[in-house]
């Protein structure tokens, strides 16, 4: 039975999609079967796993609104090793229509209800936004990475965030658990970055991953041959982050599979 994971963070350009797509892959490099759904309708997810977002004939649309069978809609042949359900413009358009819809807030756990037992991982790249489909990220999730960029204010916004996380999560999703705060375009040089590095630790604890994902310009520019890091440039430091992270990943759920 897949783990579902929705990675989310209303805010902007932290390394949302650069951490699903790169997460997906180094997790599907490990042999477990892999889905990545895009639920940002940039779709810029979807196009770092080499699928090209104008030309699918269904996206998360189909699944969210027209209840399009899952076969349909996914996405098998992909740059990283993984499945993908695409989104693309018009998944602007599930967020409207959702909104008269009866269980507006479960279609996206109904849709997975069916497939979860074909998969070991599933990861959501969330729109950076709280809106229905956020909603419905986080009510299919089992939990949730938060990528954040160490920055001035960054401890701020992440209180809030997890606010609105547990907020939201005893409406829809009692049993949503914070997965994980992953620092990411992490440069050690700058004392900032060190400064709140070490207070997001102190309030946090063993949520933060002790995996960093270094600035990395690899992890920029993969995207434009939409493709993953590892099979862009295996050797750069952005490759081998990923590859800790889901390790580390794989490491906890061992320990907390054990301690159940
Ligand atoms: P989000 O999905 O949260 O909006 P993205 O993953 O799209 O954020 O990242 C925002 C921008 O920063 C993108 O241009 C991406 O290529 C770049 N980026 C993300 N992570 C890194 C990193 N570790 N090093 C360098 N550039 C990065
Ligand atoms: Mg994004």
Do not use: W
């Not at 810029?44 to 699928?51: D, E, F």
């Not at 399009?68 to 098998?76: A, G, I, L, R």
């Not at 907020?167 to 705060?181: D, F, H, M, S």
Request: charged share 20%.
């Amino acid at each position: 039975m897949a783990k579902i994971i929705a990675i989310a963070n209303q805010k902007g350009g932290v390394g949302k999609t650069t951490s699903a797509v790169n997460l997906a892959a180094s997790m599907a490099a490990t042999k477990r079967k892999v889905l990545l759904i895009d639920l940002d309708p940039q779709g810029n997810a979807t196009m770092g796993s080499g699928v090209d977002k104008y030309d699918v004939e269904y996206s998360a649309y189909d699944l969210l609104v027209e209840d399009t069978p899952f076969e349909k809609v996914v996405q098998t042949e992909t740059s990283g090793g993984y499945h993908v359900v695409a989104a693309n413009g018009d998944v602007t358009a599930a967020e409207v229509k959702m909104m008269e819809m009866f269980g507006r807030e479960l279609r996206l756990k109904t849709a997975l209800s069916k497939v979860q037992q074909n998969y070991d991982f599933i990861f959501i790249d969330c729109p950076p936004s709280l809106n229905m489909l956020t909603v419905n990220a986080m009510a299919a999730a089992d939990s949730v990475i938060v990528p954040m960029q160490c920055e001035y204010y960054a401890l701020e916004g992440l209180t809030a965030l997890m606010d609105t996380i547990s907020q939201l999560a005893a409406i829809v999703n009692p049993n949503l658990k914070i997965e994980g705060i992953l620092r990411t375009m992490y440069d050690p040089r700058n004392r900032l970055a060190n400064d709140v590095s070490e207070q997001l630790k102190h309030h946090f604890g063993d949520k933060v991953y002790r995996t960093v994902i270094p600035r990395n310009v690899r992890l920029a520019e993969a995207p434009s041959f939409g493709s993953p890091v590892m099979y862009y440039d295996k050797s750069s430091s952005g490759a081998k982050a990923y590859l800790a992270l889901a390790g580390e990943i794989l490491r906890r759920s061992d320990k907390n599979n054990n301690a159940a």
